[in-house]
């Protein structure tokens, strides 16, 4: 799974953690009740799990591993047409650890 997980997130943790930053960055994805959304917070999440040592990670750990790359997999299924650097889609996977353009964070 960590292999995995690594394959899907390509942003580093600097990288995902300028984006998280952003505007861009909060006004994607489902909002739980506090108004960050599901992904956003996954990112601080993506990033602790970053920079964690293989030995530390617990089971709830791997679990959200395994919860981003199915993410990130279902999202990159869905690209819609058309140049995405700018679009909500993008965003979302971004918040994700996933930037499909490879930039990490840039979008201009």
């Known amino acids: 799974m960590i ?3 690594n394959e899907a997130v390509n942003m580093t943790p ?3 953690e300028r984006w998280l930053e952003r505007e861009e960055s909060r006004q994607v994805g ?3 009740g506090g108004g960050e959304s599901t992904g956003h917070a996954s990112g601080r999440y993506i990033v602790e799990l970053q920079r964690k040592k293989k030995g530390e990670l617990t089971d709830e ?13 279902r ?8 140049d995405v650097r700018e679009s909500p889609w993008r965003y ?3 918040n994700w650890g996933h930037d499909p353009c ?3 964070g840039s979008t201009g």
Do not use: C, I, N, T
Request: aromatic share 6%; no cysteine; charged share 25%.
């Open 3 to 5: 292999a995995e997980f």
């Open 14 to 16: 600097a990288q995902l």
């Open 30 to 32: 489902q909002k739980d």
């Open 61 to 73: 750990d791997v679990a959200h591993m395994r919860k981003v790359v199915g993410y990130v997999r």
């Open 75 to 82: 999202h990159l299924a869905q690209r819609p047409s058309g």
């Open 92 to 94: 979302s996977l971004m």
């Open 102 to 104: 490879g930039d990490g």
